[in-house]
């Protein structure tokens, strides 16, 4: 396969993998069964939702990268980019993780991490949060990764 197919077959891939994640956090949030306690259960089953539509796209792009990486098709230099990709990935998915463990240390029900190119991303299940929550959350965000305040963002999330 040329260079320009891989690419357009891999953008392909990457597009289908983000549609069918949107639909499946969509699918999830019209089934939500109805109870008393339906502000918790929304938050409830929309941090897990999150959590297996983030698991499912990593899962996916593992795959793709581990495809590209072994093809004997594919140029020395995709394969290194595809290996760092991989590499940042897991990096990556180990930080979210701690830094979730330590935004619940703190009392929090509920956090999802999620770590872009330059942000960070903080959603909390909380109605809304104090100035004192937020700077804890922000502390413990700067510390472990070094990255800018300005550059992280933590979003409320509940009723």
Same mark, same amino acid.
């Given at each position: 396969?040329? +260079?320009?197919?891989?690419?357009?077959?891999?953008?392909?891939?990457?597009?289908?993998?983000?549609?069918?994640?949107?639909?499946?956090?969509?699918?999830?949030?019209?089934?939500?069964?109805?109870? *008393?306690?339906?502000?918790?259960?929304?938050?409830?089953?929309?941090?897990?939702?999150?959590?297996? *539509?983030?698991?499912?796209?990593?899962?996916?792009?593992?795959?793709?990268?581990?495809?590209?990486?072994?093809?004997? *098709?594919?140029?020395?230099?995709? =394969?290194?980019?595809?290996?760092?990709?991989?590499?940042?990935?897991?990096?990556?998915?180990?930080?979210?993780?701690?830094?979730?463990?330590?935004? +619940?240390?703190?009392?929090?029900?509920?956090?999802?991490?999620?770590?872009?190119?330059?942000?960070?991303?903080?959603?909390?299940?909380?109605?809304?949060?104090?100035?004192?929550?937020?700077?804890?959350?922000?502390?413990?965000?700067?510390?472990?990764?070094?990255?800018?305040?300005?550059?992280? =963002?933590?979003?409320?999330?509940?009723?």
């Amino acid at each position: 396969m040329s +260079k320009k197919k891989k690419i357009v077959l891999l953008s392909v891939m990457v597009a289908l993998l983000v549609v069918s994640g949107v639909m499946n956090f969509m699918l999830n949030n019209t089934s939500a069964p109805v109870v *008393d306690d339906s502000d918790a259960l929304s938050a409830s089953s929309f941090f897990s939702a999150y959590r297996t *539509d983030r698991t499912a796209t990593r899962e996916q792009t593992m795959l793709e990268l581990d495809a590209i990486i072994s093809s004997e *098709d594919t140029s020395e230099s995709a =394969k290194i980019a595809a290996e760092e990709m991989k590499l940042k990935l897991c990096a990556n998915m180990q930080t979210e993780f701690d830094l979730e463990a330590l935004i +619940k240390a703190k009392g929090f029900s509920e956090a999802v991490v999620s770590i872009g190119t330059q942000n960070i991303n903080v959603l909390v299940n909380d109605a809304t949060l104090e100035s004192a929550e937020v700077a804890q959350i922000l502390s413990i965000i700067v510390e472990e990764t070094g990255v800018s305040a300005s550059n992280v =963002k933590i979003t409320p999330y509940g009723a």
